[in-house]
């Protein structure tokens, strides 16, 4: 490590204390492109090779294959990801946001957009996720926390260019921290010589859940498709970032993001129905390499929870939970 870099790391020292876990820091600090030791440049070099040729049609073709009930978000995302991958030169990082209730696939995409990208997919090490509850416990932390996260992205992108960076229930952390990664997001050439533009930044949160669902239960009560809704449906794109903008308990409360224009897309997931949890067990069915048995997929799927009370349209928690109540029928 050069000298510059000592320096830089005595300069943060004042801001680490030993409670906030200085050790930790450290590791953080020298390991910013593997938590498994100290810079290896020929590791770094290899790993390279970790980036797969991009196909915009596997891509669509495994979105269809593999997300249930999500029109709005397979569409989007498709053309999101295939447009900003083909770009040789994107002027700035593709910022995605995840909004909708728990267990319909939030989470889930993000793996199929990573195992289109990267030969070892969501297991690669260019591929980072953080989940706030474990990242960011303690909110007297936040200035060192945003040292951290400075740090961390910078060095991981200095190393590998097309990393991406996924952050869980965005909607539990600080507007203040998520603020400190806007240059990286912006439309800068580079950050202390280092260009962001071909990085990916997701983020995910179940805010907004309510507006989706409302939206979604409107249509199927005037007995229309649930494919005629759109983003722009009654204003629902709007709607997420005017909420998201002024809920003061969320990380995007007045933050510098949405006033900058520096989130891409927006992407409100709907709530999913029998039949797409249906189509769930019977991906759990191949995934346990059982027989594949329609009938026990409609049992289980029957068994899940459903709302509201009177209709029992959606399901309550989604996908969640499918492979642990198939568990149960599975000796039957």
């Not at 909110?139 to 040292?147: L, N």
């Not at 203040?176 to 280092?194: A, H, M, R, S, W």
């Not at 949160?205 to 007995?223: C, K, Q, Y």
């Amino acid at each position: 490590m050069n000298s510059g870099k000592f320096v830089l790391l005595f300069f943060l020292l004042p801001f680490v204390t030993v409670e906030a876990g200085f050790f930790d820091f450290l590791e953080r600090f020298y390991c910013r492109c593997d938590f498994d030791g100290f810079y290896d440049i020929n590791r770094i070099l290899s790993d390279k090779d970790d980036l797969q040729h991009f196909d915009s049609e596997e891509l669509k073709k495994d979105l269809r294959k593999s997300l249930y009930g999500q029109h709005i978000a397979m569409k989007t995302i498709q053309k999101a990801v295939s447009c900003f991958m083909k770009d040789s030169n994107p002027t700035k990082p593709l910022v995605l946001s995840f909004h909708g209730p728990p267990g319909v696939g939030k989470s889930y995409v993000t793996k199929i957009i990573a195992r289109n990208i990267y030969k070892k997919g969501e297991k690669s090490k260019h591929v980072h996720t953080f989940m706030t509850d474990y990242y960011f416990p303690h909110k007297d932390r936040a200035r060192i926390y945003q040292t951290q996260l400075r740090e961390w992205i910078h060095g991981n992108v200095s190393c590998f260019p097309h990393s991406m960076f996924i952050f869980d229930e965005i909607n539990k952390i600080s507007s203040e921290l998520i603020d400190t990664i806007k240059p990286f997001l912006d439309y800068n050439p580079q950050v202390d010589g280092v260009s962001f533009n071909k990085a990916i930044f997701i983020f995910i949160s179940n805010s907004e859940m309510n507006a989706i669902t409302n939206l979604t239960l409107d249509f199927w009560r005037e007995g229309r498709d649930r494919e005629e809704i759109q983003i722009t449906s009654r204003g629902l794109e709007t709607q997420i970032t005017q909420n998201i903008y002024n809920d003061e308990k969320g990380g995007f409360w007045h933050s510098s993001l949405i006033d900058q224009h520096l989130i891409d897309h927006f992407i409100p997931f709907l709530p999913l129905e029998l039949k797409h949890v249906r189509q769930c067990v019977l991906s759990e069915m191949a995934h346990l390499n059982m027989t594949e048995d329609f009938d026990l997929a409609d049992k289980v799927a029957r068994d899940m929870p459903f709302f509201p009370p009177e209709e029992k349209i959606f399901a309550v928690k989604g996908c969640k939970s499918v492979r642990q109540k198939l568990a149960l029928y599975a000796d039957d």
